[in-house]
């Protein structure tokens, strides 16, 4: 299967800029040939900062006329404060950063969402986020760039006169009579002789031993095969210890001794490049670099992937900076705002959280709770990371899971029953869960019917319908809202891979955890696709996930060895474009998951893709069976069910870790099909994106948005 990708890259913010003139608290110039509108508090802008082109705070038009339109616009806009930047969200799989709720960045007409965290000093200018592995995901643009310039990795392959060369995250077959590499003229078959294009050396060395022929024992083969220096370094001479981290092709991080193929550990490589710089830290005595950034700003990585950016890391933010401008932002850092008006603000949250939490202990009472209860509950929530919250909004927007005490009126989005408990509570395990017998449940049934909670939102008619049964309170049904979610519509990519292939694409969780291989049903469409490959010579596998070690690991290395250049495997973050450009290049969304995935299941219909999931619990809300996507049963009842006698959502995730026959069996019959029929597969994908919309829209989600919001402003003091 041959298929590519772009690589994308932000550019600095070009071209001179003219002195400006301030329009309420905004400076608006023109930069570029375009207009700006910069606020006051940002100061002048460096030019030659790509991190200032995405910049959230700066506003772009065609005119002076249509920024100012603009600022009245926003300032003439509700403001509601969305939590999720507060730390302790990181504990239920970083939902305050989850996609699921990216739609906020397109708020309903005269609305707006906020997020006023504690800056330290950092300006909005500057890229932060509360971990390496977030920041390195968020800037991966910037980061990785465009290469220089191509490498040769290999001239005259095996005799045959054709050079592979690695450029842009793709490795290339180009006959040297071509003359020098371009990328616009590969990308557009511009050569006399056909281009051979790749994700992995593996996978292009497999094209051209196919192509011309030759044996598999050519010392050139055997060499590709062997070469210890497809990584690159992405970290060098980490805080001069001698070792890089290098980064492979497939996004694996593993420890390099500097000028040498060998490690400290051997072959073990890293999921993360935070997972890999704390070994090295540990392996070099050098553990105290991480602790000494609670004092003090510290330059954790310098020249990331043999660029300018270095990250800083500073009392559990982490930052993106230029190398020129890192002594500069530490003093900033340092230097953190007014401590008088720092403190005066703590006192203020102080005395909120205080009364909040008074008034969710008594009336907890009045539900039977108990004051050891009370103080386990308390600590879940983490007093310390509430303390941080100070926002003048008159409303706070929470995700998933109220870790919130109700220092302002809030209102919460959730997907199911089991987030409004957790963590006393978990997902896959809630099978013999009896929740009156829960000791803080009589706390977690204050907390919903305070006067401070003004509503519950869900995407999922059977959470909306259950929630008072669950809760066993009847009175909490008027402020449960059902919405189905929106999703905007994509413009499609350009699809690059033969017409006469058919690509299935399975992906992992935005977390891009092991455990979501699982859960989203990984092992049976990696069985499933063995029967299919052997069936149709012209189906593909595109595998986006991280592969747990044993069974799955033997299952890929299987398929991979048996039916060679057909499996693309990408087990690393993907910008924009590039994401586009894999969906642009796959015909079926295979997602036989454990339960929903609205993102997952939404984005592929977006984009025109038949989708085949299972009947796990909430799927049936996004999916029609037969008409917008194929549904195979056997999930519903043995891994995730509602109870309809209590209205708990009950799940049993251990079925999703072996292979299971009948899901296998439904997938292959249901993907042959598809195979055999592209007429039906096209005009289930167009049914699909047709749904997406007419239906799960974000002006239909704004519009449900936007009355919800106007109910909970309008407050309930019962």
């Known amino acids: 299967m041959v298929f590519t990708t772009r690589t994308s890259a932000r550019s600095a913010v070009g071209g001179s800029s003219d002195s400006g003139s301030v329009y309420q608290h905004y400076r608006i110039e023109q930069a570029g040939g375009r207009w700006r509108a910069v606020p006051a508090w940002l100061g002048r802008i460096d030019e030659a900062d790509a991190l200032n082109g995405a910049n959230p705070a700066i506003l772009w038009g065609s005119s002076r006329g249509e920024l100012e339109a603009a600022i009245n616009d926003q300032s003439g806009r509700q403001q509601v404060e969305y939590i999720g930047w507060l730390p302790i969200f990181d504990e239920f799989g970083d939902c305050g950063n989850h ?5 906020l960045k397109h708020p309903p007409e005269g609305w707006a969402f906020v997020q006023t965290p504690p800056r330290l000093g950092i300006s909005h200018g500057v890229m932060h986020a509360g971990s390496i592995d977030e920041l390195t995901a968020i800037g991966a643009a910037i980061i990785e760039g465009q290469p220089p310039h191509p490498e040769l990795v290999l001239g005259d392959f095996c005799g045959t006169r054709y050079n592979i060369i690695f450029y842009a995250e793709r490795y290339f077959g180009v006959h040297s009579s071509d003359g020098a590499f371009d990328l616009r003229r590969a990308e557009i078959g511009d050569y006399a002789c056909p281009v051979f294009r790749a994700l992995t050396l593996s996978d292009i060395t497999e094209m051209l031993v196919r192509k011309f022929g030759v044996s598999r024992e050519h010392p050139d083969v055997i060499s590709l095969a062997g070469r210890p220096d497809l990584a690159r370094v ?33 072959i073990t490589t890293y999921q993360s490049l935070d997972a890999a710089l704390w070994e090295l830290a540990r392996l070099t005595g050098r553990e105290g670099v991480f602790e000494l950034t609670r004092k003090r700003p510290v330059v954790l990585v310098e020249g990331i992937n043999r660029r300018r950016w270095n990250i800083i890391g500073f009392r559990g933010v982490y930052i993106l900076a230029s190398h020129d401008a890192a002594p500069a932002m530490s003093r900033l850092l340092v230097r953190g705002g007014n401590r008088v008006k720092r403190w005066l603000g703590t006192a203020r949250a102080a005395g909120r959280l205080g009364v909040a939490a008074a008034d969710i202990l008594i009336r907890s009472l009045r539900y039977g709770g108990r004051l050891p209860a009370f103080v386990q509950f308390l600590r879940s929530r983490s007093p310390r990371s509430q ?13 998933s899971v109220p870790f919130f005490l109700g220092q302002t009126p809030w209102v919460i989005e959730i997907e199911d029953f089991i987030s409004l408990c957790f963590p006393f509570i978990h997902n896959g395990r809630t099978v013999d869960v009896n929740i009156d017998q829960l000791p803080t449940f009589p706390i977690l049934r204050s907390l919903l019917m305070s006067p401070q909670c003004r509503g519950v939102i869900t995407h999922v008619k059977s959470t909306a319908d259950s929630l008072p049964r669950a809760f066993r309170l009847p009175e909490l049904a008027r402020k449960v809202t059902y919405q189905p979610v929106g999703h905007a519509l994509p413009e499609l990519g350009v699809r690059t891979a033969p017409d006469d292939q058919v690509n299935v694409l399975f992906t992992s969780s935005w977390h891009q955890n092991e455990v979501g291989f ?14 299919l490959a052997v069936r149709y010579p012209n189906v593909n596998l595109i595998f986006r996930s991280p592969l747990p070690p044993g069974l799955p690991t033997a299952l890929l290395t299987g398929l991979s060895d048996d039916f060679p250049g057909r499996i693309v495997r990408i087990a690393k973050f993907l910008p924009g474009e590039q994401w586009r450009d894999m969906m642009a290049n796959a015909d079926i969304f295979a997602l036989p998951a454990a339960r929903i995935h609205v993102v997952s299941i939404l984005e592929a219909m977006s984009y025109g893709l038949p989708v085949i999931v299972s009947d796990g619990w909430g799927i049936r809300d996004y999916v029609d069976d037969r008409r917008t996507g194929i549904v195979v049963k056997g999930r519903y009842g043995v891994v995730s069910w509602e109870d309809t006698q209590d209205g708990m959502l009950r799940e049993d995730y251990r079925p999703m870790y072996e292979v299971n026959d009948g899901i296998v069996e439904q997938l292959v019959r249901e993907i042959g099909q598809l195979i055999d029929a592209p007429d039906v597969r096209r005009g289930l994908g167009r049914a699909a994106r047709e749904e997406v919309r007419d239906r799960f829209s974000i002006e239909n989600w704004n519009r449900g948005l936007a009355a919800f919001l106007e109910r909970a402003r309008g407050g309930e003091r019962s």
């Open 99 to 103: 996609p699921q709720f990216a739609h």
């Open 387 to 399: 303390l941080l919250y100070n926002s003048s909004a008159d409303l706070a927007f929470i995700p």
């Open 234 to 266: 992405y970290v060098s001479d980490w805080q001069q210890t001698g070792y890089d981290v290098v980064r492979s092709i497939d996004g694996e991080f593993s420890l390099r001794r500097r000028g040498s193929a060998d490690g400290p550990t051997g």
């Open 518 to 531: 699982f859960l989203r049903g990984g092992l049976d469409v990696l069985t499933a696709f063995r029967a």
